[in-house]
Nanobody, 119 residues
């Protein structure tokens, strides 16, 4: 059984930064590719960033490229999303996910953490 628990969300002013964490319990964390998604009210879930199991490859959507950075620490079973230059349109519930194969249907999801960007 693999469980993902996000933390680090909150209220931040436009232009500010937050770092989200996703702690993963269970075995074989290092064998999973990890990703971050978000879902704003009334919108579909959006794929943001992914990192390979070895951390050798990363991918970012155009909406966050250059502002967000995904990283992982396999020794701590944790994946991070550093978010800089936040905008009001970044307001959403942020989810981490784990997969061995691909992102169409990840194997596991976290429960989500709310990020609100507002002055």
């Amino acid at each position: 059984q693999v469980q993902l628990v996000e933390s680090g969300g909150g209220l931040v002013e436009p232009g500010g930064s937050l770092r989200l964490s996703c702690a993963v319990s269970g075995r074989f964390f290092s064998r999973y590719h990890m990703g971050w998604f978000r879902q704003a009210p009334g919108k579909e879930r959006e794929f943001l960033a992914a990192i390979s199991w070895s951390a050798g490859s990363t991918y970012y959507s155009d909406s966050v490229k250059g502002r967000f950075t995904i990283s992982r620490d396999n020794a701590k079973n944790t994946v991070y999303l550093q978010m800089n230059s936040l905008k009001p349109e970044d307001t959403a519930v942020y989810y981490c996910a784990a997969t061995k194969t691909g992102w169409v249907q990840p194997d596991y999801w976290g429960q989500g953490t709310q990020v609100t960007v507002s002055s």
